[in-house]
């Protein structure tokens, strides 16, 4: 059965700083695609940064880059440039392709607590 | 583009009472997802809609929940005789079938506290 674990449940993170959040997944299905989702004490989903399975190269959206590893199943994602407004939960989701379509239901960590100091 | 909407944001209701959230999608957006998410969890997947009909369904709907997209633009999630334990956030996201896989878009979720 699919699976995303996120093994960090808090990470501090000085302001200016660099941050790396981990996200292990499992899966038997060769085509999966892995996002990444910061949650604001408000409660609003903000989605930040995808990768998909077949995708070549590691996905970058500005001060947002995911470190996929597809033989170690790790889809970490790195903050570079912290600043006091990324302080927020972090969550790693998976959806599988099959099953047919697309934007179907997501698989979803724990969760990482991020508190940037400054 | 509004973005998701959801009402109400709060909501805090006697056990045993019915409650109902609204969730506006994005105009276009044809797809239309329930989530739940309790303290310390991720959100866990509930439905699905394309256009109007619910498409998947968790097993975590139970007999007191029920959805709807009557016409393939909002939709309502109902919980019947409320019980404590359905205290959580009901988090609505939509997409669109064309659009590239990432464009899931959340709402900013509807608290719920069954008292």
């Known amino acids: 059965a699919q699976k995303i674990t996120q093994t960090q449940p808090g990470m501090f993170v000085q302001e200016k700083e660099a941050v790396t959040l981990d996200c292990t997944y499992d899966?038997?299905?060769?085509?999966?695609?892995l996002f990444w989702y910061k949650q604001p004490s408000s409660g609003e989903m903000i989605f930040l940064i995808y990768q998909g399975s077949y995708d070549q190269q590691n996905a970058t959206e500005g001060r947002y880059s995911l470190n996929f590893q597809k033989a170690r199943k790790s889809a970490n994602l790195v903050i570079s440039a912290s600043q006091l407004g990324d302080s927020a939960m972090y969550f790693c989701?998976?959806?599988?392709?099959?099953?047919?379509?697309?934007?179907?239901?997501?698989?979803w960590g724990l969760g990482t607590s991020l508190a940037v100091n400054p | 583009d509004t973005g998701v909407s959801q009402n109400p944001r709060h909501k805090i209701t006697k056990r045993g009472q019915n409650v109902t959230f609204r969730c506006d999608p994005i105009?276009?957006?044809?797809?239309l997802y329930w989530y739940r998410q309790t303290l310390g969890q991720g959100p866990e997947f509930l439905t699905y809609?394309?256009?109007?009909?619910?498409?998947?369904k968790s097993r975590l709907l139970s007999d007191r929940f029920s959805a709807e997209r009557p016409k393939g633009s909002f939709s309502t999630l109902e919980i019947q005789r409320t019980e404590q334990g359905d205290s959580a956030m009901y988090l609505c996201?939509?997409?669109?079938?064309?659009?590239?896989?990432?464009?899931?878009?959340f709402g900013e979720g509807s608290w719920l506290t069954v008292v």
């Open positions: 809609f394309q256009n109007e009909a619910q498409l998947e």
């Open positions: 989701a998976m959806r599988e392709a099959s099953g047919g379509g697309n934007n179907r239901k997501l698989i």
């Open positions: 996201a939509s997409s669109h079938r064309t659009g590239k896989i990432n464009t899931i878009y």
């Open positions: 105009s276009e957006h044809n797809r």
């Open positions: 899966t038997s299905d060769p085509s999966y695609g």
